[in-house]
């Protein structure tokens, strides 16, 4: 039972050396991953090439496999291009077994003192993220060393030796049982490289690790699909092409696994590179048979999973894709994409308000206010999607782009409740009521109302793009706001004090709707403060404090914004 226990232990080991390096590798290269996948996806071989980098960086195809899924699921790559990164992903994660099969144990005891010096003293930043990788790599090394050591003790039983001879009476077996300790591991390199080294100690025969080797690379295909289930169908898409792929390999080499044998295994004294030469080949040779035939498997997947409608501005999640979670930059890709959906309903809402006013169109009235759900919907969603994802796993950047799109969100969501009450006030002050504004308060409003819906644009630039330029631009134009509300305040004033009839009707809504465009103009600035604060171009306070006070501690800013600070 100890022996069972030390080799469970070794195996939990490796996967978990497996994952540590899967998951830093995408803390600190995410985006330049994104950018080489990208890169590549113009032509097929370029495509392949990229999957091969990515992937033996990574180790793991199924974390490519997602990251490209989340790109076809957000329109930035074609499904032929795609398909051509996963076949070279899997070449990739090959080339990997074939390195680790080989006898690094002596760099395990350097990359675990390493990974733990530089992690302990610069944690949090991308240099402790690579002492968590060199942390990784060091317990893969040592666990395939325990694996070797354990396996030799376990053998010595009867029972083991009895129920592992039983493995090679079907190859069918063999394929189902890599295929699920794949699965169960979430990592077809891990699998591999147990059975390379499980075949050296002669604790399986070679036959048999070869059935587990296909075995492992069908469940690496399938482990995609399952992860990517309930994904949007244009994620899910990639996964099945890539499963088709291997179930297709595998049909067209497992019945002549055999010939390896007899030709290859008398040249090679190493039964482990045996093994992982093996797996190597298979998808050395299901990329070169298939990379000509990926539009004609794109089309089978296309058929199989078809794309559906294009929907409306409905409140749909059309880009939060849960598959993407495991990849930070991708994953704040798509809310970023979301929060800009969320943007446009706000958009639309805004400049239907003018529409209204005007023509005291009610029935446009009712359907602008029933967007404000839509607006409301879409900020839960994306707040949710945000929330699932691991804080931990997010460099500084991507912290700071967290937050941004946070209260880039609650803004949009903010704009949307004042919206929908100044169009309830007007439903209720001047439509049903048959007033009517004056020439002069009805210029004011439209100007007003410009001056907003251009702000609102040069706000959704600013998220998205970052530019500091814009961002002081933004914050002025708070203050450019404030001084027109409060002239044209002066001048309905005036015109009260002259008795003008109109004027006096619609008074209470014209200065209403006069503080609210201020209030939803000061959200659209808050849009800034994030961009500026990182950039250090804001000022502790925007308060002058006399020679006396200046060394008096500062209240706290109030709480109407994120930030009240002022650019220096």
Known sequence: MTHLLNLLAAIALLVWGTHLVRKDTLRVLGANLRWILAQGASRRLGAMASGIGVTALLQSSTATALIVSSFVGQGLMALPAALAVMLGADVGTSLMAVLFSRDLSWLSPLFIFVGVVLFIARQATNLGYVGRILIGLGLMLLALHLVTVSANELTQAPAARALLASLGSDRMLEITVGALLAVMSYSSLAIVLLTATLASTQVVTVDVALGLVLGANLGSGLLAVLTTLRSPIEARQVPLGNLMFKVLGVALLAPVAGLWLRHVQPVLADTAMVVVLFHLLFNVLVAAVFIGLTAVVARAVAYLLPMAPASNLNGRQRHLDNSALATPSVALSCAVREAMHQADVVETMLRGVLDVIQRNDLALAQSLQKMDDTVDRLYSDIKYYLTKMSRESLSEKEGHRWAEIISFTINMEQIGDIIEHILGDIEKKKIKSGRNFSEAGMAEICQLHGHLVDNLQLGMSVFLNGNLADARKLLEEKTRFR??????????????????????????????????????NSHISSIAYPILDSAGALAPSRLRHSAQDSSAPRAPPPAETPSRRSPI
């Open 483 to 520: 001084d027109m509300e409060l002239v044209y305040s002066a001048k309905h004033i005036t015109r009260l004090a002259d008795n003008e009839l109109q004027s006096i009707e619609t008074s209470s809504l014209h200065l209403d709707l006069i503080s609210d465009f201020k209030r939803i």
